[in-house]
């Protein structure tokens, strides 16, 4: 196994792009937290949690997770799935290697986006008058929920790239599903089929970031298991 995770370590990061787009999305996160300082607050204190669901948004999360994409998108782009089957035929261990790296690439950028977030967000109150900011203590606790909401959001874009072999579609999916299915679902069918929405796993997974409610993030968990199982199974039983 340490063989397999050596080779999509190195794979990972000889790609520039496994740098400049987790780049991107902590880019985008920092601009916005930034812009809020520099617009002020009406309130005398903002919650650190809160500050950081405004400005860690779905776009973030997008640019976050295109390692998840690339791992199989490039090979089957490229042809070179079959050259990396035949040097490790224990199909098994190379699938949880595709998916261990970019987890790990994803979780660490996280955690990192969310701590330069905070140091802004504290910086603005110290120096631009911007609202005091509490709840540092849980900072924590947020930091790590968004990082567990980015390693399911990937693997849920790393399974529909491996079953489509299209890293857009893996990337487009996950978003379109989030930002536009759900919606349109939880409009129409919130009022006939009430207990739908609490079944839509971005949704709850926003929710869960937000209130640390546990049972907000069974959907998620439950929707990136089920598609996960599915591009394993084609992925071990079908050729490259």
């Known amino acids: 196994m ?14 520039k792009s496994t740098y400049v787009f987790p780049l991107v999305g902590a880019a985008v996160a920092w601009a916005a937290s930034i812009l809020f300082v520099t617009l002020g607050s009406d309130v005398d204190e903002v919650n650190a949690g ?5 400005v860690f948004t779905p776009i973030s999360a ?5 390692p998840f994409a690339q791992a199989f998108g490039h090979e089957y782009r490229d042809g070179t799935m079959r050259l990396a089957l035949s040097e490790y035929p224990q199909r098994s261990r190379l699938f949880f290697a595709k998916l261990l790296v970019p987890a790990v690439i994803a979780f660490v950028a996280t955690l990192i986006t969310v701590a330069i977030s905070a140091l ?13 900011i509490t709840g540092l203590s849980s900072l924590g606790g947020v930091a790590a929920r968004e990082a567990g909401f980015v390693v399911l959001w990937g ?8 079953l489509t072999r299209n ?5 487009a999916g996950v978003l379109v599903w989030g930002l536009v299915l759900e919606n349109l679902i939880a409009l129409f069918l919130v009022d006939r089929i009430p207990v739908i929405v609490e079944w839509l796993p971005i949704g709850q997974g926003f929710g869960w970031v937000q209130t640390g409610d546990a049972a907000l993030i069974v959907p998620m968990v439950v929707a990136a298991a089920v598609l996960t199982a599915i591009s ?4 071990v039983r079908t050729d490259a």
């Open 50 to 54: 809160a500050f950081i669901g405004q």
């Open 62 to 66: 997008v640019f976050l997770t295109i």
């Open 167 to 171: 890293m857009g579609a893996g990337i």
């Open 155 to 162: 693997l849920l874009v790393a399974a529909i790239t491996a």
């Open 120 to 132: 802004i967000a504290w910086l603005g109150a110290e120096f631009f008058d911007y609202a005091q």
């Open 2 to 15: 340490s063989r397999v995770l050596a080779y999509e370590r190195v794979r990972a990061a000889t790609l």
């Open 232 to 235: 394993y199974v084609k992925f």
